[in-house]
């Protein structure tokens, strides 16, 4: 009897969750379905796909590039008060994106050395496509290290202390072994990081503004189009990065089974 009413508990608790998750999401869907040809079919629109794409590919390659060789640091090396800089880099995965946004206007702007930057290198982040990028690193990076280093956690090491026993140097060991280990922490790196840069918002506004056909991209064009009152066209918007994120996990999924397939 207890057993048969702690699975009706469960099943209530799922349908509940299942229900609030896919039922406003369904609304949005069936409300903004019909207006995704004349959403796709508009300069302004396209460019905010195209510049979301783009963006979102160059600060993944970023993420990954800066957080493989910190999330190995940090798993193979001690250091002193290494909980407090694990916790100090996860710091922009609870902050609002706004702060992080805010943080990034200060020390990239005019009061920080947004100037020295302009002058130096001609590098400039403030209300530039290289600020959407910026923004997107900023709020994506730890996530990327939490996730390659939950995978490097899960690794085998003694495959790695064998390879070192054998000769191999920390490079080889880290090349030969850890890194083919790590194809699937990467693969859900890449996916989860480009995803989330998709959607992102908040820092991306404050520091590379909503200028329309300049720094506009999907989730920005969205706010512009609402606060505007085309509301038709900002859910038709809404509808096209559904489907673009739910076809990027939807391919994730695929190279992930397939990675375990073949092991």
């Known amino acids: 009897m207890k057993n048969k009413i702690f699975d009706v508990l469960l099943t209530v608790f799922f349908v509940l969750v299942l229900l ?68 100090v880099i996860n710091l922009p995965m609870s902050l609002p994106h706004l702060v992080s946004g805010i943080a990034l206007l200060l020390l990239f702007g005019r009061l920080g050395i947004g100037n020295d930057l302009q002058q130096i290198i001609n590098l400039d982040f403030v209300f530039t496509k290289q600020g959407i990028v910026l923004a997107q690193v900023f709020v994506n990076l730890p996530l990327t290290i939490k996730i390659l280093n939950t995978a490097l956690s899960e690794s085998n090491e ?35 990081t480009w995803s989330r840069a ?16 300049k720094t506009e991209i999907i989730p920005t064009s969205i706010y512009l189009n609402m606060s505007t009152g085309d509301v038709d066209i900002a859910v038709g918007i809404a509808v096209i990065l559904i489907i673009i994120s739910i076809t990027c996990m939807t391919i994730f999924e695929v190279l992930f089974n397939r990675e375990v397939g073949e092991k």
């Open 20 to 87: 609030f998750i896919v039922s406003p999401l369904g609304m949005l869907i069936i409300r903004g379905i019909s207006y995704v040809p004349v959403c796709l079919g508009s300069e302004e629109v396209q460019f905010a796909i195209a510049l979301s794409m783009k963006t979102s590919f160059i600060s993944t390659v970023i993420c990954l590039i800066l957080a493989l060789p910190t999330s190995y640091f940090l798993h193979t090396k001690k250091i002193p008060f290494k909980k407090l800089v694990v916790q």
């Open 198 to 213: 998709l959607g992102e918002f908040g820092a991306v506004a404050m520091i590379a503004g909503s200028t329309r056909m």
């Open 158 to 192: 003694k495959m790695v202390f064998v390879a070192r026993t054998l000769g191999c140097n920390s490079w080889q060991a880290f090349r030969h072994i850890t890194l083919p280990n790590l194809k699937r922490g990467i693969i859900s790196a890449t996916v989860m």
